[in-house]
């Protein structure tokens, strides 16, 4: 049964036109587009959803794809293996096209509020946090498949859209009973790989102890002894750890400030940066990078010309990428 979810998304693109109509469904806990388009040469698109979304490129696409980029600069790109992408709210992200004349594609924009209801708990807030952007999964591409054939069918009841919908959240989000080797702190790897990489995408900004022990199903006591133990750090620890090795590569690769690259890995100031980045290295964040730069010189990065998005702040893109949207 159908909510009254309306997804909304702030987008600007450039020489893409819809071919037909946009096929949609709406089902309890998610909504899905199922979109057919035509793309001129040098075609891009800037996006910002206000709800969670997985987007899964489908069809054969031959040797083109789409380059993404982060609300952080990073480059992603989907083609014909490494077909999705999932952007949580908020999340900006720019699309350019590279050699194709037209893409399908499929837009799934989830409701949390009603998913954690409707699952009993087992899918949390937290775990629609994390942007993943070009990754490939076998499960996943089936399981769009069909949910785009029931869009274009439009034919068979709601309960099998929701049932494909919720088959496809358990395999996006991991959601399995943990068969594989434990750790000393009694975390399979597969709960400490999750917590790591939530970790490390979430570094600017202060991640709870109770969000990390949410993502693996313990209280919050039981998960701080497990990871300290597994990892002899504790989460705070292990958080500005990614933070500087964030920040070294900052360093070396970019040419902004300190301040800017304090505030970008999620440190309040340059001063509170430059004591952990010392207390973890022994040198300042200047000392390293005049150090890094005498051994291997800088490594500069291509630019890439930017589409414009609207004005706005966007509370989980780094500082650098809001001043420069809101000027």
């Given at each position: 049964?159908?909510?009254?979810?309306?997804?909304?998304?702030?987008?600007?693109?450039?020489?893409?036109?819809?071919?037909?109509?946009?096929?949609?469904?709406?089902?309890?806990?998610?909504?899905?587009?199922?979109?057919?388009?035509?793309?001129?040469?040098g075609?891009?698109?800037a996006?910002?959803?206000?709800?969670?979304?997985?987007?899964?490129?489908?069809?054969?696409?031959?040797?083109?794809?789409?380059?993404?980029?982060?609300?952080?600069?990073?480059?992603?790109?989907?083609?014909?293996?490494?077909?999705?992408?999932?952007?949580?709210?908020?999340?900006?992200?720019?699309?350019?096209?590279?050699?194709?004349?037209?893409?399908?594609?499929?837009?799934l924009?989830?409701?949390?509020?009603?998913?954690?209801?409707?699952?009993?708990?087992?899918?949390?807030?937290?775990?629609?946090?994390?942007?993943?952007l070009?990754?490939?999964?076998?499960g996943?591409?089936?399981?769009?498949?069909?949910?785009?054939?029931?869009?274009?069918?439009?034919?068979?009841?709601?309960?099998?859209?929701?049932?494909?919908?919720?088959?496809?959240?358990?395999?996006?989000?991991?959601?399995?009973?943990?068969?594989?080797?434990?750790?000393?702190?009694?975390?399979?790897?597969?709960?400490?790989?999750?917590?790591?990489?939530?970790?490390?995408?979430?570094?600017?900004?202060?991640?709870?102890?109770?969000?990390?022990?949410?993502?693996?199903?313990?209280?919050?006591?039981?998960?701080?002894?497990?990871?300290?133990?597994?990892?002899?750090?504790?989460?705070?620890?292990f958080?500005?750890?990614?933070?500087?090795?964030?920040?070294?590569?900052?360093?070396?690769?970019?040419?902004?400030?300190?301040?800017?690259?304090?505030?970008?890995?999620?440190?309040?100031?340059?001063?509170?940066?430059?004591?952990?980045?010392?207390?973890?290295?022994?040198?300042?964040?200047?000392?390293?990078?005049?150090?890094?730069?005498?051994?291997?010189?800088?490594?500069?990065?291509?630019?890439?010309?930017?589409?414009?998005?609207?004005?706005?702040?966007?509370p989980?893109?780094?500082?650098?990428?809001?001043?420069?949207?809101?000027?």
């Open positions: 049964m159908a909510t009254d979810f309306r997804p909304q998304m702030t987008s600007r693109i450039s020489g893409i036109t819809v071919r037909d109509d946009l096929r949609w469904r709406a089902w309890n806990g998610c909504v899905a587009d199922l979109w057919d388009v035509r793309c001129e040469a075609a891009c698109g996006y910002v959803s206000q709800a969670p979304r997985l987007f899964a490129l489908l069809g054969d696409v031959g040797d083109g794809g789409l380059d993404i980029r982060d609300a952080a600069g990073r480059q992603h790109r989907l083609d014909g293996v490494r077909r999705f992408c999932f952007v949580p709210a908020g999340y900006p992200i720019e699309s350019f096209v590279d050699r194709l004349d037209g893409l399908r594609h499929l837009d924009h989830f409701d949390i509020a009603t998913l954690a209801a409707q699952s009993g708990g087992r899918f949390h807030p937290c775990q629609f946090l994390s942007p993943r070009g990754f490939s999964a076998p996943l591409s089936a399981l769009a498949s069909l949910i785009a054939d029931d869009c274009a069918d439009d034919r068979r009841d709601d309960l099998y859209g929701e049932s494909l919908v919720l088959a496809l959240l358990v395999d996006l989000l991991d959601l399995r009973q943990a068969t594989g080797s434990q750790t000393d702190g009694g975390l399979s790897r597969r709960q400490m790989n999750r917590v790591v990489d939530y970790v490390r995408a979430n570094i600017v900004r202060n991640v709870s102890l109770a969000e990390l022990a949410a993502l693996v199903g313990l209280s919050p006591d039981h998960f701080g002894v497990a990871f300290r133990t597994a990892v002899g750090k504790t989460p705070h620890q958080l500005l750890h990614c933070r500087v090795e964030t920040a070294k590569d900052m360093l070396v690769r970019e040419e902004a400030s300190l301040s800017a690259i304090a505030v970008d890995v999620g440190f309040s100031d340059q001063a509170h940066f430059t004591r952990v980045f010392r207390r973890q290295t022994g040198q300042t964040p200047a000392l390293w990078r005049r150090e890094q730069r005498i051994q291997h010189g800088p490594i500069r990065m291509a630019p890439v010309e930017r589409a414009e998005l609207h004005p706005a702040f966007i989980s893109a780094p500082a650098s990428f809001n001043r420069q949207i809101a000027t």
